[in-house]
C-alpha cells in the first residue's frame, strides 16, 4: 500500500520561503509523475509543480521562478522549494504521485502567507 506524508508547511509572511516535502512508502512502480498541488480556500485544487521519474518538470505559471520542485528518485521523494512567497499563494499543499494509472495523495499541509 502506497503512503504519502507532507510536511513543511507553516504560516510566513510575504516574501518569506517555505520548504514542503512528501516522503513515500510502500511499492512504487519505477515510472512515475510525482508533484504538488494546492487548494486555496473555496476554490479546486490545481498543479502547482511536477517532475517525471524522467525528468520533465511542469510549473504553474504563477510559481514559476519562485517555486522549485526537486526529487530523490533512490528515495522516492519529492519537494517543493517555495521563495517569494505571496498571499494568494496560500492554499493547503498536497503531495500526489501518479503511477500506473493511480492517483495517491498526501493528508495535505497548510500554507499561510499573510500579507
Known amino acids: 500500500q502506497v503512503q504519502l506524508v507532507e510536511s513543511g508547511g507553516g504560516l510566513v509572511q510575504a516574501g518569506g520561503s517555505l520548504r514542503l516535502s512528501c516522503a513515500t512508502s510502500?511499492?512504487?512502480?519505477?515510472?512515475?509523475?510525482m508533484g504538488w498541488y494546492r487548494q486555496p480556500p473555496g476554490k479546486q485544487r490545481e498543479l502547482v509543480a511536477a517532475r517525471t521519474s524522467g525528468g520533465n518538470t511542469n510549473y504553474k505559471d504563477s510559481v514559476k521562478g519562485r517555486f522549485t520542485i526537486s526529487r530523490d528518485y533512490a528515495k522516492n521523494t519529492v519537494s517543493l522549494q517555495m521563495n517569494s512567497l505571496k498571499p494568494e499563494d496560500t492554499a493547503v499543499y498536497y503531495c500526489?504521485?501518479?503511477?500506473?494509472?493511480?492517483?495517491?495523495w498526501g493528508q495535505g499541509t497548510q500554507v499561510t502567507v499573510t500579507s
Open positions: 510502500g511499492s512504487i512502480f519505477s515510472i512515475n509523475t
Open positions: 500526489n504521485l501518479r503511477s500506473e494509472n493511480k492517483d495517491y
